[in-house]
């Protein structure tokens, strides 16, 4: 038996929490049900808001040795390879905001968020630990993993993700939403790419019913692809007909996403046919956040993708794991560490800081999906609109400006 506050999940989210905990000398226990920590995956995109949580924990010299630091960000017609907008990131982006835009490889956050985590006394990892279930006491929670350990703990924090054994059990079984998207994966050296693709730009290619993003990863020595197009898995795009949608990889071939693509432009074909192997995702997430209580109850708390699971569409989900962990943080260096009858109080108020910021990133990521792959009157709207408003209309001063102090 142990005192330790429970952790739920050896993912970014999961390192987030201990982290933030660690920090503040709540002694930890992270479960993690996998036999080794590691992070599939591929590139993922941090904004201002979350460069801002890793500086404040000491972390931006770990991340400028592992990341890229993109001059700009360019939205193109995927067909006619016209530029739609343009926003400048780099040295604009750490002026206006006081932090840089960052691209990197998910492994590469994991991996310093991992060794942050391993350097702290009060945390203690535990490998091959599947979670059964808990049960909710008057002085705490007893967990229960799947051979029948039991640990006793004044609070339990589920970051085990969007299917969250954590979160099935304090919300009832959900399903899951389906997005009908399909997203392949790619990754390919910045030495085999031709000169014109290899500028220090996220760019975004915009075509009816698809989009394709590549930016800098590991200081610019590879590219980043994901093509996003609409689809079902095993139905002409790569797995197998009923495969596995909660497996972040599925065999895909690239013939399957050149038909999806359609008669794309040059440059975009050219950096298709650069990457040498593809993977393919189905795209799942919930309805937005409603209120506090699908955030924490009681003694119970969940963070990153187990309360919010985002599309991809704002390049957010890694963002608001680490602000929510970064808020579970500022909570406890204001309250000071709680004791075992003051936790569900604590949770209220990281439930009460989180949800509205969380829903409204859940909501702007879905609408991002539909304006990307837009066709007809609305494709020519969401150009004009471009074209007109300039940085005003892809700058998010609301969310980069983030996360806002719970105090």
């Known amino acids: 038996m142990t005192q330790d506050v429970i952790v739920v999940g050896g993912g ?3 390192l987030g929490a201990a982290l933030a905990l660690g920090r503040s000398q709540v002694r930890v226990r992270l479960l993690e049900q996998a036999s080794a920590f590691g992070e599939v995956g ?11 949580v890793l500086t404040e924990w000491g972390l931006s010299d770990a991340l400028g040795g592992c990341a890229a630091f993109p001059d700009a960000l360019m939205v193109r017609d995927a067909h006619a390879g016209s530029v739609l907008g343009r926003l400048r990131l780099g040295q604009a982006m750490q002026e206006r905001y006081g932090q840089p835009y960052a691209t990197l490889h998910r492994a590469d956050l994991h991996a310093l968020l991992l060794k942050a985590v391993q350097e702290l006394a009060p945390v203690t990892l535990q490998l091959g630990a599947r979670v059964a279930g808990y049960a909710e006491r008057a002085d705490g929670i007893e967990v229960t993993l799947e051979d029948e350990t039991a640990f006793n ?3 339990l924090i589920g970051c085990d ?3 969250s054994r954590v979160r099935s059990q304090m919300l009832g079984a959900q399903a899951v939403r389906a997005s009908g998207h399909l997203a392949y994966r790619g990754m390919v050296r910045s030495a085999d790419l031709p ?28 590219f980043n692809v994901v093509a996003v197009v609409h689809g079902v898995l095993g139905q002409g795009h790569g797995g197998a007909v009923g495969a596995d949608p909660s497996s972040w990889s599925h065999q895909a071939q690239a013939a399957d996403l050149l038909c999806a693509l359609g008669p794309a432009y040059s440059e975009l074909l050219a950096m298709i046919d650069a990457v040498p192997a593809w993977t393919l995702w189905a795209l799942n997430d919930r309805p937005p956040i409603r209120g506090p209580a699908e955030h924490a109850q009681g003694r119970v708390a969940l963070l990153g993708d187990a309360a919010h699971p985002l599309r991809p569409y704002l390049a957010q989900g890694a963002a608001m794991a680490l602000e929510d962990a970064w808020t579970l943080g500022r909570l406890l260096a204001h309250q000071g ?14 439930a009460q800081a ?29 150009n004009a609109a471009m074209a007109t408003l300039g940085e005003a209309l892809l700058d998010n001063p609301w969310l980069y400006a983030g996360p806002p102090d719970p105090a």
């Open 42 to 52: 591929a590139g993922l995109q941090l904004g201002p808001n979350a460069v801002r």
């Open 337 to 350: 560490a709680p004791s075992a009858d003051t936790w569900p109080r604590l949770f209220d108020h990281l």
């Open 161 to 163: 993700g969007l299917w």
């Open 12 to 14: 970014i989210g999961g």
């Open 153 to 155: 703990a004044p609070a």
């Open 195 to 222: 000169l014109a693709l290899r500028a220090p730009v996220v760019t975004a290619w915009l075509g009816p019913k698809l989009h394709v993003v590549h930016y800098p990863v590991r200081r610019g020595e590879w």
């Open 354 to 382: 989180r949800w509205q910021r969380n829903a409204r990133v859940q909501q702007r990521s879905a609408r991002n999906g539909s304006i990307f792959h837009a066709s007809g009157v609305v494709r020519l709207g969401r």
